[in-house]
Structures are given as structure tokens and as C-alpha cells.
Nanobody
């Protein structure tokens, strides 16, 4: 089991940047895929990105704007978000999967979740 804690959310203006952190404890990240998801009010939770080792995956809606990377020493995964839009407003969650990033588009493949952090992009 992995414990995950997100941080770094807040309010940013259109076109701004923000970096989210997902600190893991209880196990090394080497054994898991770590995904970022987001959920806006009234919408389903959707996959944003996933990282397994050096492999990264992105939803089409964030490609070229978001970057996922990891710090193995800190056991932390980051999501760097640039050129933010109001459509990016949501609660962002990180989650771990023992299946790495296989089927990362579905939250059902992830076992442990953080508490979420709110990201609000104002226009």
C-alpha cells in the first residue's frame, strides 16, 4: 500500500503555470505507475498523465502543456502545468497502480489515492 499526499494547488490566471507534487510513502515509486487525474464539478474523473519509470503518458487535452516527472530521492512525482486554461480547473488527484501505466486512462486500475488538491484557473 502506498500513501500519497498532493500539494501545490491554488488559484492561477489564464496562461499561468503551476506545479503539483505527489509525495509517496510506504513504498518506493519503482514498483508503481503514478497517475494524475482531475475531476471538475459535475464531471467524471479523467486521466491527465501517468509515469512509469522513464515512460510518460498524457491526455490529448494536456499534451504540450503539462509535464510529469519524478524525483526518486524525494519519492515524489510532479505535474508541471503551463499555459493553463479555465477548462483545467478541477480537483487534481494522484494515484498509484501496481499495473504501472497499463490502462492509465481508467481510474479503476489505480489502487491508492491522495486526498486531492484544488486547481482554479481564472479568466
Amino acid at each position: 500500500q502506498v500513501q500519497l499526499v498532493e500539494s501545490g494547488g491554488g488559484l492561477v490566471q489564464l496562461g499561468g503555470s503551476m506545479r503539483l507534487s505527489c509525495e509517496a510513502s510506504g513504498s518506493t515509486l519503482d514498483y508503481y505507475g503514478i497517475g494524475w487525474f482531475r475531476q471538475a464539478p459535475g464531471k467524471e474523473r479523467e486521466a491527465v498523465s501517468c509515469i512509469e519509470g522513464s515512460n510518460t503518458y498524457y491526455a490529448d487535452s494536456v499534451k504540450g502543456r503539462f509535464t510529469i516527472f519524478r524525483d526518486n530521492v524525494e519519492n515524489t512525482v510532479y505535474l508541471q502545468m503551463n499555459s493553463l486554461k479555465p477548462a483545467d480547473t478541477a480537483v487534481y488527484y494522484c494515484a498509484s497502480s501496481s499495473y504501472y501505466c497499463l490502462h492509465y486512462e481508467s481510474p479503476l486500475w489505480f489502487q491508492d489515492w491522495g486526498q486531492g488538491t484544488q486547481v482554479t484557473v481564472s479568466s
